[in-house]
């Protein structure tokens, strides 16, 4: 994902690839926003940074009258209250900056990445360029020809359940909607499916790797989903389980 750093840095980049999106408006003022508020936060950093040694001097000051015994009581007083009044505006400081920062942070998990300098400029998919083409379409064998005239062709849905392996209500039943119950044929057909994906991506130099299925919010938001996504999520409920002090979700998928 994008970093405040490239947007600030390099915002007339960042707008013209967003512009090549078809970014909305909003998201263009978004990143617009952000460079203003990294600006903002660089200032606030330095003036925390500032009080800090500030207040730093004048407790050495007040240390050092403090070990000397000095009779100078109006000096140690002034260093006392300039030492507080620097760590007052340090505080200051920093509760803006975590304003600031929490500001920045969720405008930034609405920024999309910037665009591959390959992307074709296009509204749609049908400005889509095609990159490559594998067999010849030309060659293949007129299949409908030999089709019955009541054949019809079905849906994979439609086909699994004939077969008896596919069970959207039984699913439903148990886990409620957006799942289904597989078995038999349909069953050890996922399987093999998944085995044979698995098998040729680590013919190809893959490393297989098994994850867990619940991971915190910041994991989510590294990998886009978040806050994009949430409302398609499976969350976990706090009293149940966070993820080190985080939202728990199950992950979306484990490719």
């Known amino acids: 994902s994008l970093d405040v750093r490239t947007i600030s840095n390099h915002l007339n980049v960042v707008q013209s690839h967003l512009e090549s999106r078809r970014a909305g408006e909003d998201t263009i003022q978004s990143a617009i926003r952000i460079a203003a508020i990294a600006n903002q936060r660089v200032e606030l950093i330095q003036e925390r940074d500032n009080y800090l040694n500030q207040r730093k001097e004048q407790s050495a000051i007040v240390g050092k009258l403090v070990r000397e015994k000095s009779e100078d009581e109006a000096a140690l007083q002034a260093a006392k209250e300039a030492s507080n009044q620097a760590s007052a505006g340090a505080e200051m400081a920093e ?54 005239k009541d054949f019809e062709p079905l849906w994979h849905d439609d086909v699994a359940t004939k077969l008896n392996g596919y069970a959207v209500e039984a699913a439903v039943q148990m886990s409620g909607s957006r799942f289904v119950a597989l078995s038999g044929d349909v069953a050890r057909l996922e399987r093999a499916l998944a085995m ?60």
């Open 196 to 255: 044979f994906f698995l098998d040729l991506h680590l013919s190809h130099g893959y490393t297989e790797v098994s994850v867990p299925y619940v991971v915190g919010r910041s994991a989510l938001e590294g990998t886009s989903q978040l806050p994009k996504f949430q409302d398609d999520l499976f969350a976990i409920t706090p009293d149940s389980h966070t993820c080190n002090g985080e939202d728990a979700f199950l992950i979306p998928t484990a490719e």
């Open 95 to 148: 509760a803006q900056l975590s304003v600031l920062e929490a500001e920045m942070d969720n405008l930034l998990a609405g920024i999309p990445n910037l665009l591959d300098d390959r992307v074709p400029d296009g509204t749609d998919e049908t400005e889509n360029q095609v990159v490559s083409e594998w067999g010849d379409i030309s060659t293949m064998p007129d299949v409908k020809s030999e089709w019955d």
